[in-house]
T-cell receptor
Framework: DTGVSQDPRHKITKRGQNVTFRCDPI?????LYWYRQTLGQGPEFLTYFQNEAQLEKSRLLSDRFSAERPKGSFSTLEIQRTEQGDSAMYLC???????????FGEGSRLTVL | QKEVEQNSGPLSVPEGAIASLNCTYS??????FFWYRQYSGKSPELIMF????GDKEDGRFTAQLNKASQYVSLLIRDSQPSDSATYLCAVIYNQGGKLIFGQGTELSVKP
């Protein structure tokens, strides 16, 4: 499979726990985006990387959220001290300027109890 | 003003009709525009992207871009019930490359 893959697909956790999501982009894509989506809303921008550099992080994102993309390949999104309001679908997308195509992974659904 | 705006709908059209979905954006320097389809509980699926003013056609889908009016649209010809979904417009802002989505338009195609 040469698409964008995300892991885990579903995560149920208790309030206050830390969770980490992983995204493996399409190999030749150098740009990677993270989004959060709740029911009935469009995807909300969280952050994005150009290779290993994190170029922008949403002002809406609290300090509990952090993302990394070591070596410009896969990326991780960590949420510390989860809250019930963090329950959402977390989407990763990869992009290349060469073709202009931007594809999403299947998403990681987080439920915070 | 929202950065990317879409009518939330729902937009209802009969099977075989043309569905027209609209999107406006606030950053005049934006260069890249995308349309995605999203079924309930699934991730967005790329329909097409457009960079230049004018029309771009792909099968039953036509994207139209007017940068002067900061407006991009998606036409779906011969609409099918399987086209019933939420359609998301997304724009890459000129400065920095941030990709911003609209809130989506729900389309319902009635048999």
């Amino acid at each position: 499979d040469t698409g964008v893959s995300q892991d885990p697909r579903h995560k149920i956790t208790k309030r206050g726990q830390n969770v980490t999501f992983r995204c493996d982009p399409i190999s030749e894509h150098n740009r990677l985006y993270w989004y959060r989506q709740t029911l009935g809303q469009g995807p909300e921008f969280l952050t994005y990387f150009q290779n290993e550099a994190q170029l922008e992080k949403s002002r809406l994102l609290s300090d509990r959220f952090s993302a990394e993309r070591p070596k410009g390949s896969f990326s991780t999104l960590e949420i510390q001290r989860t809250e019930q309001g963090d329950s959402a679908m977390y989407l990763c997308a990869s992009f290349t300027l060469l073709t202009g195509e931007l594809f999403f992974g299947e998403g990681s659904r987080l439920t915070v109890l | 003003q929202k950065e990317v705006e879409q009518n939330s709908g729902p937009l209802s059209v009969p099977e075989g009709a043309i569905a027209s979905l609209n999107c406006t954006y606030s950053d005049r320097g934006s260069q890249s525009f995308f349309w995605y389809r999203q079924y309930s509980g699934k991730s967005p699926e790329l329909i097409m992207f457009i960079y230049s003013n004018g029309d771009k056609e792909d099968g039953r889908f036509t994207a139209q871009l007017n940068k002067a009016s900061q407006y991009v649209s998606l036409l779906i010809r011969d609409s099918q019930p399987s086209d019933s979904a939420t359609y998301l417009c997304a724009v890459i802002y000129n400065q920095g490359g941030k990709l911003i989505f609209g809130q989506g338009t729900e389309l319902s195609v009635k048999p």
